[in-house]
């Protein structure tokens, strides 16, 4: 009897583009879609096949009772009982080169500026956050451009810092004048959850023509399915690293972190996980800092500077994603709505925002400047009231005294128009000019 070895064509028939196995839809319950005869690993992209003219993006995110569980990033109408699922046997990638510069894409990495296709290869959404033992130490100052920051809560290239604000506060207008002014080769935005309307206003007033023309836009609207919000947040992740890898210096600008926190969620509750905190799923807690470790330096020249907001519900600084973000992130810069309602923009509270990178990118005399500039400021806030009240008594305390003649100076430091750039040269000597010049007139 002759043995006939099938291996070759049994891979071969493996192999072969033209097989195409399909699974079939058998439940959809919210926002699940469960599938059977697919075998497929978890975070592998899919195509749904409806009764729509286009197939819905979907992508694997558990297993139950032997069943697949999809979630689509799209349009669910259309799906129905027994519809076709076709795996990709690939995960998500999006396409990325230095076409991306100046464009509007979606999260899925698709252009929505009606200004054509973009070129590229393709770039795993998914990947490891760098050796720890081998990323570069964070030495360097990044140039922001707002004097507050740059003088008092200085980012280095390669920090990770969250801002962190209610509804209302001007930080729009701040992430607007960062990502025009900073120093930065490319600037990778993502609007995360942000309501349609605002997206061209944030691109055509907060960061105009000049700040577009070295910005990546990742836009994921409020309206959109869950998965599709997670995933805007990975692709200018991704987007950022592929940049990050050919030596640039990225400015990462994600608003906002809540919004990315609360799919997770969503799709949490959905799949059956046990809601914690606020309703929040460990699933949650788990994504923040695979998130967020990915960005930084690496073994190479380039760097992702990461700024990220985050909303604070009620003004309440130890909310759930607040609390866990400030524990991740290397510093926070807080928006104050007290400030806000007094029109000092930016609305930055330096007394409860830090930069924990700060002390290692600057040098003596600016940090000996910057702890005589908190100090006089809180010297000023705690006696305000009585200042504000006419209780308090003009030479009971030295340090007051010279708070009280100084306030408008440094409240003056703090201000800044959104159409002025006050470079990280001018910062410093504005700083330092504050002093000097009161000693000056005290000799």
């Known amino acids: 009897m002759m043995n006939i070895d099938l291996a070759p064509y049994i891979n071969a028939v493996n192999g072969s583009d033209h097989l195409k196995v399909y699974g079939r839809i058998v439940e959809i319950t919210g926002l699940t879609i469960r599938a059977t005869g697919l075998d497929v690993s978890i975070g592998e992209a899919c195509k749904i096949y409806s009764d729509s003219a286009s197939p819905i993006d979907a992508e694997v995110v558990g297993f139950k009772e032997g069943k697949v569980i999809l979630m689509a990033t799209g349009e669910v109408s259309g799906i129905r009982h027994g519809s076709r699922v076709l795996p990709l046997g690939k995960n998500i990638t999006v396409r990325v080169s230095n076409a991306l510069v100046g464009r509007v894409i979606d999260a899925a990495g698709n252009p929505i500026d009606n200004h054509g296709p973009i ?76 309501r349609s309307r605002e997206v061209r206003e944030f691109v055509e007033k907060n960061l105009g023509e000049d700040g577009l023309k070295k910005s990546i836009i990742v836009v994921s609207t409020s309206d959109q399915a869950p998965l599709a919000k997670v995933r805007g947040a ?105 400030l806000s309602m007094e029109n000092h923009y930016p609305s930055i509270d330096v007394l409860q925002s ?56 440094l409240r003056s430091y703090l201000r800044q128009d959104m159409n002025d750039l006050v470079d990280y040269t001018d910062s410093m000597q504005g700083l330092y000019s504050i002093f000097d010049e009161m000693e000056k007139g005290n000799a």
């Open 119 to 194: 070129d590229g290869i393709d770039y795993s959404l998914f990947s490891h956050s760098p050796n720890p033992l081998t990323r570069q130490r964070i030495f360097e100052p990044l140039d922001i451009g707002i004097r507050a920051i740059n003088g008092l809560l200085t980012c280095g290239k390669g920090q990770r810092i969250g801002i962190m604000a209610g509804s209302g506060v001007g930080k729009s207008v701040l992430l607007g004048m960062i990502a025009k002014y900073s120093e930065a080769d490319i600037n990778v935005i993502a609007l995360i959850g942000e």
């Open 234 to 338: 990975f692709t200018a992740t991704a987007i950022a690293e592929y940049f990050r890898e050919r030596g640039k210096n990225v400015l990462l600008l994600m608003d906002s972190l809540t919004r990315v926190a609360m799919a997770q969620r969503e799709i949490g509750l959905a799949v059956g996980e046990p809601p914690t905190t606020r309703g929040y799923t460990p699933s949650v807690f788990a994504l923040l800092p695979k998130l967020l470790e990915r960005v930084g330096t690496s073994e190479n020249e380039g760097s992702i500077t990461g700024l990220y907001t985050v909303l604070v519900e009620g003004d309440d600084m130890l909310e759930p994603v607040a609390d866990m973000s400030r524990s991740i992130l290397d510093g926070h810069i807080v928006l104050s709505r007290e």
């Open 354 to 409: 830090i930069s924990r990178v700060m002390p290692h990118v600057i040098d003596k005399r600016h940090r000996e400047y910057a702890a005589r500039f908190i100090e006089v400021l809180s010297t000023y806030r705690k006696f305000e009231d009585m200042i504000n009240l006419g209780a308090y008594k003009q030479g009971s305390n030295f340090k007051v005294d010279y708070a009280i003649k100084i306030i408008d100076r």
